[in-house]
């Protein structure tokens, strides 16, 4: 198959093309920064293109031409203080996709949705909580820019199967959290201030979280694995993805070796919510109401129809991100590159805050 990924560079697209290498598929990728020539980016032919830019719907189109199947995985997550901005990369980015894999004929798309287009889940009972499956509403979480714009993607995909039945087919991958050790640094650059060290990970004395925090992880290659699936089968409707067990405060506190101590989710997202104003941490104090508020997914879906099942325990491809993290550790793509504190500290003080800034 000719299959064209956008966002080939990034945390699932490394993967992909590592799953598909050897398949003897053509594989086109489509970035902003196109990586070097070597593994696994070396399998693939690239174009690169700003997904924001006016143009992208007609340069996309000229891409998709002749592919058997478009895997859209670019997406924005920075600077969070420019919405508007993330809006051109995350909404009309995908507009354009999905008009561009329409206008070129393409039979099958993938979309990367994500656990955060969901509505807030069932009255919260921490791990055993009840698990949703994909007819769960997708309406997300108002107060942060990712879960509106990953709603507006869902109902782009609506709009598409119900005026377009004849094509392309569409299939929607909805994770939990998606990480992998080289995505280390990608994290920390996106997620912690620059002035500090990675390493400070492994003396952390105390993790101050709420008690009733619980989140689903899966490992990036099994993201890979199950895109790959769909793929193959043409399968098509969305599929929840996430390993077991879920993730608790006592389970990350554990990876960290560090004690839990109770911080109310009011107090946390307060906390976070001065220091993202007062440009001290990048993260959108959103991100807490979506840790808190999604649900816990059931998978039975994938398992099922893709013969689908994570090789990596949740607890694992956490232990696997936080030492990735600890070790700011990167892969050779522009998107996945090293984190340095002096590289941080650098850019910071010439181009500003990188949840002001546009990424180079």
Known sequence: MRIVITGASGNVGTALLRRLTGAGHDLVGVCRRPPGPVPPYDVATWHPLDLAVDSAERELTDVFRGADAVVHLAWGFQPSHDVAYLERVDVHGTRAVVDAAQRAG?????????????????????????????????????????SRHKVAAERMLDALERDHPQGPAVARMRPGLIVQRDSGSALLRYGVPAYLPSALLRHLPLLPLDRGLVVQVVHTDDVADAVARVLERRATGPFNLAADPPVTREVIARVLHARPVDLPR???????????????????????????????????????????????????????????????????????????????????????????????
């Open 266 to 360: 009011p107090i946390l997202r307060t906390a976070a919510a001065l220091a993202w104003y007062a440009r001290l941490q990048p993260l959108d104090p959103g991100w807490v109401d979506l840790a808190f508020a999604t649900p816990l997914l059931d998978t039975t879906r994938a398992r099922r129809e893709l013969d689908w099942t994570p090789a990596v325990s949740a607890e694992a491809a956490l232990a696997e991100v936080v030492g990735g993290m600890a070790d700011a550790a990167a892969a050779p793509s522009p998107a996945l590159r090293p984190r340095t504190v002096a590289g941080e500290l650098t850019a910071l003080f010439t181009r500003g805050p990188v949840g002001s800034r546009r990424l180079p």
């Open 106 to 146: 393409v039979a099958h798309l993938v979309h990367m949705s994500s656990l955060g287009a969901y509505s807030p889940g069932p009255d919260t009972g921490g791990a055993d909580q009840a698990r949703v499956d994909e007819s769960w509403p997708t309406e997300g979480v108002p107060t942060l820019a990712y």
